[in-house]
């Protein structure tokens, strides 16, 4: 799939032109039981770097991601776990996320590595938006750098 770990956590990374898209895996443990949540996300590197020259760039922002999402609420099925009780379920947990990755999280990634996608998901506004971006403080910025990327293409936004 192309993605290389981040060493301080479960992320995944792979630059892909002009973004990084990132897989997440949340390891939750209670007791004897540790639960895997997956999750998606996508830096358009234009946005986040015409966004930090306006703020003033640091260490934590080199891997903002501009939109992203937990798989099993992308669904609508709500926050989606798989158990990991015994080391016999770390192979079948490992194939249930790398096709629950393949069936939503690749297509996730696919669609929101535009940022034509993005500003018509935000301008809209309304449950999609705020699922992929929950920060809504951040809209207004990211609508902002978005259209200018746009118009500097070209393009205009619906």
């Not at 630059?15 to 990084?20: D, F, I, K, T, Y």
């Not at 929101?112 to 301008?123: D, N």
Request: hydrophobic share 35%; aromatic share 6%; net charge positive.
């Amino acid at each position: 799939m192309g993605f290389k770990r981040r060493r301080r956590d479960y992320t995944y990374r792979r630059e892909a032109g002009p973004v990084r898209q990132y897989v997440h895996l949340t390891i939750a443990k209670d007791r004897s039981l540790a639960q895997v949540s997956i999750d998606v996300a996508v830096r358009i590197h234009a946005i986040e770097e015409t966004i930090d020259g306006q703020e003033g760039s640091s260490k934590n922002s080199r891997d903002r991601a501009t939109v992203g999402v937990e798989l099993g609420n992308w669904t609508g099925a709500g926050w989606r776990s798989w158990n990991l009780a015994t080391p016999e379920d770390v192979a079948p947990v490992r194939a249930a996320l790398v096709a629950e990755f393949r069936r939503v999280g690749q297509p996730f990634l696919e669609r929101f590595s535009s940022v034509a996608e993005i500003q018509q998901v935000l301008s809209k506004g309304g449950d999609e938006a705020r699922l992929v971006c929950p920060l809504r403080e951040r809209w207004p910025e990211i609508l902002s750098v978005s259209r200018t990327i746009l118009a500097g293409h070209g393009l205009t936004s619906t």
